[in-house]
């Protein structure tokens, strides 16, 4: 499937929330984030994190899914590194804990931070998701990097 064109189709049985951050990690079932809520970055390299919390449906409980994180350019196209594309890719399968009431839906915590990432300042990008080879557009979390600062030439004018 083509991470560049999010599937139109009927709405996902999977829910997603995705938020960029400073770090995000996951502990106790549980995502920790620090500095979340991100959509402008830089232009100096830093840390980012992508905390994604899947809500998965009680009747698709015990069923082995596969996950892959796209980095996307503003254009949709992938964002490359030595000539391969930048994906992060996993597999989740969500457990009934026992006691829990039929019906709820059951929530499973990624996090992941990467301490720089190659982009451009200036130009946008977009963290895309794809679980089973399917994406939807709020599987999608946009950001956009801040020009370099220009520094002035030569000395500051003076004062008259």
Not at 95 to 104: H, S
Request: proline share 15%; no cysteine; aromatic share 6%.
């Amino acid at each position: 499937m083509d991470p560049t064109v999010p599937a139109p189709a009927s709405p996902p049985t999977l829910r997603v929330t995705m938020l960029l951050a400073d770090s995000a990690q996951v502990a106790d079932r549980k995502l920790y984030v620090l500095g979340g809520g991100l959509s402008v970055i830089g232009p100096r390299p830093q840390p980012m994190g992508v905390a994604i919390r899947i809500e998965v449906p009680w009747d698709r409980a015990n069923t082995p899914h596969q996950w892959r994180l796209d980095l996307l350019d503003e254009d949709g196209h992938p964002v490359m590194i030595n000539e391969q594309p930048l994906v992060v890719h996993g597999r989740f399968e969500a457990g009934r804990p026992a006691g829990l009431q039929a019906g709820t839906p059951l929530s499973v915590p990624l996090a992941i931070t990467f301490p720089s990432l190659p982009v451009t300042p200036g130009r946008s990008y977009a963290w895309q998701l794809s679980i089973d080879d399917s994406t939807h557009l709020d599987w999608r979390q946009r950001f956009h990097v801040h020009e370099t600062p220009q520094r002035p030439m030569g000395p500051p004018p003076s004062p008259s």
